[in-house]
């Protein structure tokens, strides 16, 4: 079955650069979730959207932007990136517009800032 | 205080064990409760949804306390592929976010 598409997988980067991560859902899933994990600790709720629109916000930096695509698909654009933002970065989608929330993960971007 | 609180790990036990994991949250108004297991510097995979009147897949079973807002998971006959670090998540409403405990690490020797 289809997964949850994740790219890059690997991101390095130097502080003050920018990044662009994308991330395709299931097909059929229209709400895509994204997710940041430092070094042990668990996943954070940074945003998500439902039907291309920002449906949650949650700990997500003023200098990181994100949006959804008419074919679903997201793009987590982080801009002047601090040593801090070295992370994974996971996407989820779901198909909770039709009544399920169960997440699906892609097997995440490893962003490394320099 | 973290919304979502787990056994601290790590647990150490031998092949054909049982093991169980508890998890405790603190919002009430959660309405989805679930174990994800996470492999290291891999995604999160669903294992298992969690009811309040209990599941139960193979060797895994799940418990819900609504009143004591108390999460279990039960590990029997511990494998060594179920090595891993096991996440209990909670969410508020349907499409809403994931929040997650801090997990607790399983490691399963021969």
């Known amino acids: 079955a289809a997964g949850v598409i994740q790219s890059p997988r690997h991101l390095i980067k130097e502080k003050r650069e920018t990044a662009t991560l994308k991330c395709y859902p299931i097909p059929r899933h229209d709400t895509v979730y994204w997710y940041q994990q430092g070094p042990g600790q668990d996943p954070q709720f940074l945003i998500s959207f439902y039907e291309k629109m920002q449906s949650d916000k949650g700990s997500i930096p003023d200098r990181f932007s994100a949006q959804q695509f008419s074919d679903y698909h997201s793009e987590l654009n982080m801009s002047s990136l601090e040593l801090g933002d070295s992370a994974l970065y996971f996407c989820a989608s779901s198909p909770a517009g039709r009544g399920t929330d169960t997440q699906y993960f892609g097997p995440g971007t490893r962003l490394t800032v320099l | 205080r973290k919304e979502v609180e787990q056994d601290p790990g790590p647990f150490n036990v031998p092949e054909g064990a049982t093991v169980a994991f508890n998890c405790t949250y603190s919002n009430s108004a959660s309405q989805s409760f679930f174990w994800y297991r996470q492999d290291c510097r891999k995604e999160p995979k669903l294992l298992m949804s969690v009811y309040s009147s209990g599941n139960e897949d193979g060797r895994f079973t799940a418990q819900l306390n609504r009143a004591s807002q108390y999460i279990s998971l039960l590990i029997r006959d511990s494998k060594l592929s179920d090595s891993a670090t096991y996440l209990c998540?909670?969410?508020?409403?349907?499409?809403?976010?994931?929040?997650f405990g801090q997990g607790t690490e399983l490691s399963v020797k021969p």
């Open positions: 998540v909670v969410n508020h409403n349907q499409g809403g976010k994931l929040i």
